[in-house]
């Protein structure tokens, strides 16, 4: 298996996996948008966007949907939970939650205040969707209240994919707007070996 990876992109999210799962597999680190800096990429991933990941003949383009097959294919782990388990449910819903509710907001946040020309930088657009990620992770805020994890009492998948969120929002300088329970559970994902090598992944290919 191989990942294509952008350092802390939403490929980010599948790495983590792989690194909490122990599984063996080969990274490409490339240079962001690799649409355009990493040859050959579109016969890759048509769509362009990261990350792209091939297993066995196919190739899936969604970082999500990439750790839930990891641990549906590769398991049984402590990472899935599974559909005879109370908190099934909301495992799938923090799932499809984190990147359609969570990071797309960021995704915009970052566009128009690092990636488009100067000209193009819309204040409004990050003010409109700064207040509306806010607003949605007002969820991970409830959800955790007397807890370490958001669901089935132990790190999951879906921990990485909110998770992931929530560290795009720490990058982007939103983090300090973060409530008590959504800080200390974003501080101690960031102190798990698996992520810590995620980073450490970077330096040791520079």
């Not at 590769?74 to 969570?102: C, H, I, K, M, Q």
């Not at 003010?127 to 806010?134: A, L």
């Amino acid at each position: 298996m191989k990942l294509f990876h952008c350092y802390n992109s939403r490929s980010l999210r599948p790495l983590w996996c792989l690194e909490e799962m122990g599984l063996d597999y080969e990274l490409e680190i490339m240079p962001f948008p690799p649409r355009f800096e990493r040859e050959g990429y579109l016969d890759i991933n048509p769509l362009g966007t990261v990350p792209a990941f091939t297993d066995d003949g196919i190739t899936l383009t969604e970082s999500t949907g990439i750790c839930q097959y990891l641990v549906q294919k590769y398991g049984p782990t402590p990472l899935a939970v599974t559909p005879d388990e109370p908190g099934y449910g909301d495992f799938l819903n923090w799932l499809y939650r984190s990147d359609a509710t969570f990071t797309f907001p960021l995704a915009l946040i970052l566009r128009y205040t690092k990636l488009e020309p100067e000209e193009r930088m819309n204040p409004q657009v990050v003010e409109d969707y700064t207040i509306w990620f806010f607003s949605r992770i007002r969820a991970v805020e409830a959800a955790l209240d007397g807890k370490e994890f958001l669901v089935a009492d132990r790190f999951t998948i879906a921990d990485i994919a909110v998770g992931y969120a929530l560290h795009f929002g720490m990058r982007l300088g939103l983090s300090e707007r973060y409530k008590p329970n959504t800080t200390r559970y974003l501080q101690a994902l960031l102190q798990r070996p698996a992520f810590k090598r995620t980073q450490d992944i970077k330096a040791s290919q520079s």
